[in-house]
Nanobody, 112 residues
Framework: QVQLVESGGGLVQPGGSLRLSCVTS????????MGWYRQRPGKEREMVAH???????DYADSVKGRFTISRDYAKSTTYLQMNSLKPEDTAVYYC??????WGQGTQVTVSS
């Protein structure tokens, strides 16, 4: 069983930045894929970014060039740096380990 705890969400103005964190209860060396997903109001959960253990990162088209996923193995933490935020980025953001274990989510609201 892997536990994940997200943090870093909040209210930000359009064009602003936030960094989400996901701390795992096991070493990231034990996890092949770390991912960030989001669920916007009235929408299904969707992929935002993936990070694989071979160093490959993948992003949804809607966030390419604005969001960056990264891993800190020493801290067992996966980050999602979000820049140039738009109102349509408003969602609950979840992290996942190998698509099996999920965090509880953190709310991101982009509004003026």
């Amino acid at each position: 069983q892997v536990q994940l705890v997200e943090s870093g969400g909040g209210l930000v103005q359009p064009g602003g930045s936030l960094r989400l964190s996901c701390v795992t209860s096991t070493s990231l060396y034990n996890i092949n894929v770390m991912g960030w997903y989001r669920q916007r109001p009235g929408k299904e959960r969707e992929m935002v970014a993936h990070s694989t253990s071979d160093g490959t990162n993948d992003y949804a088209d809607s966030v390419k060039g604005r969001f960056t996923i990264s891993r800190d193995y020493a801290k067992s933490t996966t980050y999602l740096q979000m820049n140039s935020l738009k109102p349509e980025d408003t969602a609950v953001y979840y992290c996942t380990a190998n698509f099996i274990f999920w965090g509880q989510g953190t709310q991101v609201t982009v509004s003026s």
